[in-house]
């Protein structure tokens, strides 16, 4: 069952080059039928490893090593079932809002990256190895 929808933006910063980014990824948190929690993290629609462990940390354009994430921001999606939300009923004949499936995909890298107020040279060499 699915427990919590969520979109994170997740910042990296190179400990070998200081180079910078940001991703947003789709997080999707469920409990099993064991009533184990599991989180599922997606990137443009496909299933990646967390964005917080050493695998799954994209590599750094510059150099290619890998740092592991920070969360910098999410924001929650609401799961259906609030009887009170505004809603609105799609025509069976699926000729509602149509544009939507030749709509370009929204890339989770395809947004500026958030302005930390210091400059790569200005960040401190005593970073840990998980790049924070």
């Known amino acids: 069952m699915i427990t919590e929808l969520a979109v994170e933006r997740v910042e990296f910063t190179c400990g070998s080059c200081w180079h910078s980014w940001s991703v947003d990824y789709d997080v999707q948190r469920y409990r099993d039928a064991l009533d184990a929690e ?7 629609n496909t299933a990646v490893p967390s964005p917080y462990t050493p695998q799954g940390a994209p590599p750094c354009e ?5 740092w592991v994430g920070c969360l910098v921001a999410r924001r929650p999606v609401p799961l ?7 809603r609105s009923r799609v025509p069976a004949e699926g000729g509602h809002r ?5 709509a370009p995909m929204l890339r989770a890298a395809g947004h500026p990256q958030p302005q930390s107020g210091t400059t790569g040279s200005q960040r401190s060499t005593h970073s840990s190895p998980t790049g924070r």
Do not use: L, T
């Open 80 to 86: 259906p079932g609030d009887a009170e939300a505004p």
């Open 38 to 44: 599991w989180e599922v993290f997606y990137r443009d």
């Open 62 to 66: 510059h150099c290619g090593r890998r």
């Open 98 to 102: 149509r544009e939507r499936h030749s």
